[in-house]
């Protein structure tokens, strides 16, 4: 039996308990097992539509369904659900209708039929206890006997890992998606290392699966739960917009975090190092996620392929530049304003930055002024469609969100312009980098 709930707020005090068979799955989300489905009442009621999240199931089972009745605006009467049960049919009706559902692989309508005809009540015994029976019924030979038992053991699995997961405060959707992943090991995969919950579902983190893995008796000082400690913490400081630790600060917080010894810390590093799972930047003794090393080596190569390039702007002579565009914006430069409007035109690449108030917004009207004058042709985005919205109305220039500058294409999932189609621009400006991937 697999027993699943979930709260629902919307639902009134009054819940009401229904039993029937499963008879067809309208609707399912892969994603979060939410369903719409026949329930078959074997009553006066007949068939009833229930709504609500039944991962796992399948037409055929017997559901203890419990919740309460609404009306649907588009689709009427329904009954939303807040927990379920799933149980096997005790009555000779209800196994044929489990087994002819298609749930067992082997057994259709036809031998459904033969199988319940010749064992009648005693069939799911046969299918548990003695399978080697079922070469009895006519027209079931070894073969296919073998088969069916091998369908019906590999769906009690199934349901023996979703009851395993949710004792341990893993959600229904959260279980689907795991068995997806992990298929009939999924219980082996658990209990051996919890902390792989953290990657493999949004909305686990490190807390959560270190509560399951010490009920599951991992012990504290086990090389998974140190692993993931360092992992946390060195996600925690990407969170806060840094790319690595240094190493000190790593062993001293994860030793914190875990409360076990600094040196059970630093044993683990260099293996994890080994592993390529993080990368260790000498000169800094920075420990960093191998995934962002990679980043940055590659951004450092792209910087030093664009410095190597000559540039394609015209000459500027830049003290006339900037006399220039004081007299059309009507200010006066500060040095350290200058100094940036300098270092910009003078530069293959550029980073501006500054608080509030400190003129780079101006400093974008005068580089752009500039840039018109000598013809240059120009690209201005931003990560979003308000930033690039406010870039246009501060420069009069068209600016637009990165999707649209790169042309995406969703039926290929790719951009138009990358690095072997260039933008049809000489200068690009990219407002709130601090956004991007």
């Not at 009745?69 to 209708?97: M, N």
């Not at 769906?155 to 959260?174: C, K």
């Not at 406010?390 to 649209?404: I, K, L, P, Y």
Request: charged residues 20%; proline residues 4%.
């Amino acid at each position: 039996m697999t027993q699943q709930t979930h709260n629902d707020p919307t639902l009134s005090n009054e819940l009401v308990q229904l039993t029937g068979v499963l008879k067809r799955i309208v609707f399912t989300n892969a994603t979060n097992g939410y369903s719409v489905c026949i329930l078959d009442l074997a009553r006066k009621e007949g068939l009833v539509t229930i709504t609500g999240s039944f991962s796992g199931v399948q037409c055929g089972e017997t559901l203890k369904v419990c919740g309460a009745w609404i009306t649907h605006p588009t689709f009427g009467k329904q009954f939303k659900c807040t927990s379920f049960e799933t149980t096997l049919p005790a009555d000779v009706h209800g196994i044929r209708q489990y087994l002819s559902s298609g749930l067992i692989h082997g057994i259709g309508q036809e031998y459904a039929n033969k199988i319940v005809e010749y064992f009648g009540t005693q069939t799911l015994h046969v299918l548990n206890e003695a399978s080697a029976r079922l070469t009895e019924v006519p027209g079931i030979g070894k073969k296919r006997a073998t088969m069916i038992k091998k369908a019906w053991d590999t769906q009690q699995e199934v349901r023996d890992t979703m009851i395993f997961l949710q004792a341990y405060g893993i959600t229904n959707t959260q279980c689907l998606r795991l068995y997806q992943k992990y298929g009939d090991k999924t219980k082996d995969v658990i209990t051996q290392n919890p902390y792989i919950l953290i990657d493999t579902i949004d909305g686990i983190g490190f807390k959560s699966a270190d509560k399951i893995a010490l009920n599951l008796g991992l012990t504290v000082d086990s090389p998974f739960r140190i692993d993931a400690g360092i992992d946390y913490i060195i996600s925690q400081a990407e969170g806060e917009g840094n790319t690595g630790v240094i190493e000190t600060e790593l062993i001293q917080e994860t030793a914190k975090l875990l409360d076990l010894q600094s040196t059970l810390i630093s044993q683990r590093i260099p293996i994890l190092i080994d592993q390529q799972i993080i990368t260790l930047y000498p000169p800094l003794q920075l420990i960093q996620h191998n995934r962002l090393a990679a980043h940055e080596a590659s951004i450092a190569k792209h910087i030093e392929r664009l410095y190597s390039q000559p540039s394609t702007l015209p000459p500027i002579k830049i003290d006339s530049a900037l006399q220039w565009s004081e007299a059309k914006l009507g200010i006066t430069w500060s040095d350290t304003q200058k100094n940036a409007l300098q270092a910009i035109l003078k530069s293959k690449l550029a980073v501006l930055t500054g608080g509030p108030g400190t003129g780079k917004t101006t400093l974008l009207r005068a580089l752009v002024s500039i840039l018109t004058a000598k013809h240059v042709r120009i690209g201005l985005c931003a990560p979003t469609g308000r930033a690039a919205q406010r870039m246009n109305e501060t420069t009069g220039w068209t600016a637009q969100t990165v999707h649209r500058l790169l042309k995406y294409e969703p039926t290929i999932g790719r951009f138009t312009y990358d690095e072997d189609n260039l933008l049809p621009v000489d200068f690009l400006i990219i407002d709130e980098t601090s956004m991007l991937d």
